[in-house]
């Protein structure tokens, strides 16, 4: 099992950047492919990108490829989310998860991201 905790949200102006953090707790943290979501205030959680265990391979979401890029640190058990030219759109709540037996089995408790015009 894993806790996950994410830091790093705030409030940003359109065109700005924001590094979110993930902390993961527990064993085997280097053995999940970490994924990252978000929701915004009326609308269903969505998929914002993923990293495999090793770091080599990233996956993202059309509405923010080529903005945001994820890396992990497997030695201090963390995962980031780089968000650069934000949007007001990209506002939402975000969490970071860990997927085992090919879903999303541990969440972390999220963190507030806005972004203003």
């Known amino acids: 099992q894993v806790q996950l905790v994410e830091s790093g949200g705030g409030l940003v102006q359109a065109g700005g950047s924001l590094r979110l953090s993930c902390a993961a707790s527990?064993?085997?943290?280097?053995?999940?492919?970490m994924g990252w979501f978000r929701q915004a205030p009326g609308k269903e959680r969505e998929f914002v990108g993923a990293i495999s265990w090793s770091g080599s391979y990233t996956d993202f979401a059309e509405s923010v490829k080529g903005r945001f890029t994820i890396s992990r640190d497997n030695a201090k058990n963390t995962v980031y989310l780089q968000m650069n030219s934000l949007k007001p759109e990209d506002t939402a709540v975000y969490y970071c998860a860990a997927k085992e037996r090919l879903k999303y089995a541990y969440w972390g408790q999220g963190t507030q991201v806005t972004v203003s015009s």
């Open positions: 527990g064993r085997h943290f280097s053995s999940y492919v």
